[in-house]
């Protein structure tokens, strides 16, 4: 027997007057299994969650949650799925307990309830500290677990993170992907988008890489790295002098060798470990005095390089983004 | 293609899920916002300090210098700023809408399985209750410097009531503005630009007898010379409205209530296509 996949996309487009922001994209995500949407900034990743969540409506095509189409059952899947979305969008003027209990009135579900999920969560989340304080007073991290802490109230089969990390220092980024991977092995299934290579790399089953509106690559971390390529060693010499003589020597044993100009650095397409010790005993009988050597496999990012021409991570942000987010909301 | 199972997955381990109704919902909204207003009360300076601010400026700095006949000019000036303050209601809906839009709210709201028009009904009542704060603030100052209503409980509690639908009128103005702009800013800039001359050209604060005749019938024919009309002679705080004024003001009860009909007809649809458009997207 079949079994309903957590979420299906079917041919989604998405146009915003001429833009195409999304432009034909289908998967499927099994359940309890993660996808990662992975694609550099305006790759159409966040209309896709936005379409599978019913926030915005298809241009055309369809898709289903929990075996329910976003189209013709929008009530069904809103009770299956979480969101978090890309900024924060817990209220900044209550508190994090109102926060819970303003999500958690709003899904009618019984005030008991309310109550020993939000101690159970901000125990988990580690916000038990600051539960009475009001949102704004939170740190990014804190704000973000909170905000997955309110998607998790109705305890959603499936939650959908949208750049769950973007913002995030490397601390506060690893804690988050450890609540998720907890989820996982829960039974909870996700779909997040990133820009970052490592982290659909690290808790992805499956990736799905966008481009363009477009999926340009799908398939596990390991079936898209074994796709831009073999493995390579790479070695620096000690003496730029050396680097004709070194890559001469290299490419007896390779062949393809890669020669960076201007620097020390050599690269020579390898098999595996066995190349890699046969290349340095090379180098150790022929006198040319080396900094370092040693072997790379394909990062996600040479993936994308491979599939783009371009590079996928989003630049470092230059300066932190505006200071504290502008005063409070207004009635 | 298999046939599609709609069973929800693991329906075991969830709480029971009640999607709340229209009312309660709002109601929801409506404690959200209350928060808001508690934790904010410079919020509420519009409708306070503000609101004091001006009764006071009028009554004393222009006042003396405007004539009223049959009347005072404190107790003609009440009806007036009152209805200045349910109007800009809308400026208040509108800044709050567009906040609510810009900081995700309204996304994540809409992920809920909750009645959309929560959203908009909640806001509309939380706006309505804080013009209402203002609406008491200015009554109770009122009170201090001489204004009274003076026909009696019905016709006083009619007045206020023939305010609050004005308020409710004019706040699907302030939903269609909160929808289709981007920025509180540009919202707070284009309210005022509309409230300013909505409210002045009026019989607000001054009498439009001394107004080139142009002008006065603009004046006359303006909803809110109505309303303020309505509530002075439902309170008794100025004279009945002479018989070479326009006709709205002649009949200014039953005006009152047609213009709130008819700007909800015009705007309540273009507000909620408006806002349908916004969350389209």
């Known amino acids: 027997m079949d079994v309903t996949p957590a979420v299906e996309a079917i041919d989604l487009v998405k146009h915003f007057g001429t833009t195409r922001a999304v432009d034909g994209v289908s998967f499927v995500v099994p359940e309890g299994s993660v996808l990662g949407l992975l694609g550099p900034n305006g790759a159409g990743k966040t209309s896709l969650v936005r379409m ?22 929008p009530n069904e899947v809103r009770r299956s799925l979480g969101l978090t979305g890309q900024a924060a969008t817990v209220d900044e003027i209550l508190t994090g307990r109102e926060n819970l209990r303003l999500i958690g009135s709003l899904y009618g579900l019984p005030k008991k309830y309310i109550r020993e999920a939000t101690e159970r969560l901000f125990d988990r989340f580690d916000l038990t500290d600051a539960a009475d304080r009001m949102a ?12 997955l802490a309110v998607s998790l109230l109705a305890t959603p089969p499936i939650l959908f993170l949208d750049e769950p990390t973007t913002g995030l220092d490397p601390h506060s980024r690893s804690g988050l992907w450890a609540v998720l991977r907890e989820l996982v092995t829960e039974g909870t299934t996700l779909v997040l988008t990133t820009q970052y290579l490592e982290e659909a790399d690290h808790l992805a089953d499956e990736i799905v890489v966008v481009d363009k509106g477009t999926v340009i690559a799908a398939g596990t971390p390991t079936q898209l790295k074994d796709r831009a390529g073999k493995a390579s060693v790479v070695v620096t010499l000690t003496h730029a002098a050396d680097l004709d003589p070194a890559a001469d020597l290299m490419r007896a044993h390779s062949p393809e060798v890669h020669v960076e100009p201007g620097s020390r650095r050599l690269t020579a397409q390898a098999g595996g470990l066995g190349d890699m010790t046969r290349i340095a005993a090379v180098f150790e009988a022929s006198g040319i005095e080396l900094d370092d050597l040693g072997l790379a496999r394909p990062s996600l990012d040479d993936v994308f390089l491979h599939l783009t021409g371009r590079r996928a991570e989003a630049e470092p942000a230059a300066g932190a983004p505006a200071g504290p987010t502008t005063e409070g909301a207004t009635t | 293609m298999t046939a599609v199972q709609t069973t929800p997955v693991k329906p075991a381990s969830r709480p029971p899920i009640h999607p709340p109704s229209l009312v309660r919902a709002s109601m929801t909204i409506v404690w959200r916002n209350l928060i808001h207003i508690r934790r ?17 400026l009028f009554a004393y700095v222009f006042g003396g210098a405007i004539a009223v006949e049959g009347s005072n000019y404190r107790e003609f000036l009440l009806p007036g700023i009152m209805v200045q303050t349910m109007v800009f209601s809308s400026a208040i809906v509108a800044m709050g809408l567009t906040n609510d839009l ?27 209750i804080h013009s209402s704060i203002g609406v008491a603030v200015m009554g109770v100052t009122g009170l201090l410097i001489g204004w009274r209503v003076r026909n009696g409980v019905v016709d006083g509690v009619l007045g206020f009531l023939l305010l609050l639908l004005f308020g409710f009128a004019v706040i699907w103005l302030g939903i269609w503005v909160g929808s289709l702009m981007r920025t509180v800013e540009s919202v707070q800039g284009f309210m005022f630009t509309v409230m300013f001359p909505l ?31 309505a509530c002075r002679e439902l309170w008794g705080n100025g004279p009945i409205a002479g018989p070479e004024a326009a006709w709205p003001l002649q009949h200014p009860i039953a005006m009152s209530i047609a213009w709130s009909l008819v700007l909800t007809a015009i705007f309540a649809p273009l507000a909620v296509s408006a806002f349908r458009r916004r969350s389209r997207d």
């Open chain 2, 40 to 56: 904010m009360p410079e919020m509420l300076l519009d409708v306070t300090v503000q609101s004091v601010m001006f009764v006071l």
């Open chain 1, 52 to 73: 599978l969540t019913t926030l915005s409506v298809p241009t055309s095509g369809t898709g289903r949650v929990a075996g329910h189409d976003i189209r013709e059952q």
């Open chain 2, 199 to 229: 409210t002045f050209v009026a019989n607000t604060f001054v009498p439009t007898e001394s107004m080139p005749s142009w002008l006065r019938t603009i004046a006359e024919w303006n909803p809110v010379s109505a309303i303020a009309q």
């Open chain 1, 136 to 147: 704004r007073t939170y740190s990014g991290g804190m704000r973000r677990r909170l905000d």
């Open chain 2, 102 to 128: 810009q900081k995700g709210f309204v996304d994540r709201f809409k992920s809920l399985p909750v009645p959309r028009p929560a959203v908009l009904v909640g806001r509309s009542l939380s706006s309505l």
